[in-house]
């Protein structure tokens, strides 16, 4: 059973530019989170969805970033006209269906530099 | 008052030594409880749930306080192998999203 993937696990942009990151959840798991990491800092919560569902997007930025997860293929996050700011480790974690666990599984993460 | 809220340490402790980490949380409709690993530069891994009535799993023991709203880790016989963060993740109560502490780092020196 594969776990979490996420690709590309490195990514540069220049500002301006958008930035693509998909997520494929563990086999069976339901649900899909992001979250985003700064350098030595914690990790945030930016965004919780089910398949064609957004759940809660309350800790994503206003404007420039998106969020799907599509009835068939990959959950995708996107940023458009990328900044320095964003450049941090940005991790897709998947869990069961509700009810089972809230347990969540990690990807390895995706690392976008913005220059 | 932050969700979940951890001392960032670092905690340095000598081979061998045992250590504790302690992780309030402000909503007490919570029901799930976890202690994550994160390694430098690499994605968080579940290393315990917390069950109310405590749980041990080789060297790492994990309890859980409603009444105050905690949960704690113990690490006995620290290893160099255990230098991480360690991640305490609370469940908000029927919800599927959970909120992450912001860490403990651990540094086990020889």
């Known amino acids: 059973n594969a776990g979490v993937m996420q690709n590309p696990r490195h990514l540069v942009r220049r500002r301006g530019q958008e930035a693509r990151l998909r997520c494929s959840p563990m086999k069976g798991h339901s649900h899909v989170y992001w979250y985003r990491q700064l350098p030595e800092e914690g990790l945030k919560f930016m965004v919780y969805l089910q398949k064609e569902n957004i759940i809660d997007e309350s800790g994503m930025p206003k404007e420039r970033f998106s969020a799907e997860f599509p009835k068939e293929g990959p959950s995708i996050l996107r940023i458009q006209q990328v900044v320095r700011g964003d450049s941090a480790a940005y991790f897709c974690?998947?869990?069961?269906?509700?009810?089972?666990?809230?347990?969540?599984?990690f990807g390895p993460g995706t690392r976008l530099t913005v220059l | 008052r932050k969700e979940v809220e951890q001392d960032p340490g670092p905690f340095n402790v000598p081979e061998g030594a045992t250590v504790a980490f302690n992780c309030t949380y402000s909503n007490s409709a919570s029901q799930s409880f976890f202690w994550y690993r994160q390694d430098c530069r690499k994605e968080p891994k579940l290393l315990m749930s917390v069950y109310s009535s405590g749980n041990e799993d080789g060297r790492f023991t994990a309890q859980l306080n409603r009444a105050s709203q905690y949960i704690s880790l113990l690490i006995r016989d620290s290893k160099l192998s255990d230098s991480a963060t360690y991640l305490c993740?609370?469940?908000?109560?029927?919800?599927?999203?959970?909120?992450f502490g912001t860490g403990t780092k651990l540094q086990v020196i020889p």
């Open positions: 974690a998947s869990s069961p269906p509700a009810g089972v666990s809230s347990e969540q599984f």
């Open positions: 993740v609370v469940n908000a109560g029927g919800y599927q999203k959970v909120t």
